[in-house]
């Protein structure tokens, strides 16, 4: 069973990003994403295979944003993916059948699109408006995830959906009661002070038995 909270690493430094990630873990977080965008290959490659370890040590998931060549060099969980970034056919390729695929989208559109291509989960958003991503899809707010959820149903799919995008903890439980299964977030664990206190306080939201799914 996935995580139902996903740490989407920040840091504009290779030191930056591993100190992150050794904190989220320290915290609790047992999923990691490693998200580096404006690092060169070698150094990604280099803060993955240490990320990777660390995650290795606390039994934590270990995910790669965008490149799945670096996902298996390092022997990573999974490989998330962009509707910008490698199709998902071209990255099964690379990493083949047993790595997990998680893949974004921001419409049902392209919930389908995921759940087709075979993506194992979907980051959907943004939740809010958030400063972590330069180019920022609309967004989709609770009635956006309450229109996304009741499509799902009436089609008939099911696939684990995430709420991502400028999440805070306060929002955890009526992001829940849409029937989302998780979140994936970044600042309101990077810059929190207590790590424990707030990794403790999002798993309590999101495991409460009223909306445990």
Request: charged share 20%.
């Amino acid at each position: 069973m996935f995580s139902k909270l996903q740490y989407i690493s920040q840091g504009n430094t290779a030191n930056e990003q591993i100190k992150n990630i050794q904190e989220a873990l320290d915290g609790g977080c047992t999923w990691i994403q490693l998200r580096f965008k404006k690092a060169q290959p070698s150094e990604l490659l280099k803060v993955a295979a240490i990320a990777r370890k660390l995650c290795y040590d606390l039994e934590a998931t270990f995910i790669v944003n965008d490149h799945a060549d670096i996902a298996k060099a390092v022997h990573a969980d999974g490989v998330h993916l962009g509707l910008q970034d490698m199709p998902v056919a071209e990255a099964k390729k690379i990493v083949g059948d047993q790595m997990i695929i998680g893949g974004t989208a921001n419409t049902f559109e392209d919930v389908l699109q995921r759940y087709r291509e075979g993506c194992h989960y979907v980051g959907v958003g943004p939740f809010r408006f958030t400063k972590t991503k330069e180019k920022l899809s609309p967004v989709l707010g609770l009635p956006g995830y309450e229109i996304l959820i009741n499509k799902m149903n009436a089609e008939g799919i099911s696939i684990p959906l995430y709420a991502i995008g400028g999440i805070l903890p306060e929002d955890v439980e009526s992001i829940m009661q849409t029937g989302l299964y998780g979140i994936a977030i970044s600042g309101a664990i990077t810059h929190h002070d207590h790590k424990k206190q707030i990794v403790q306080q999002l798993n309590s939201s999101l495991y409460a038995k009223a909306y445990n799914r």
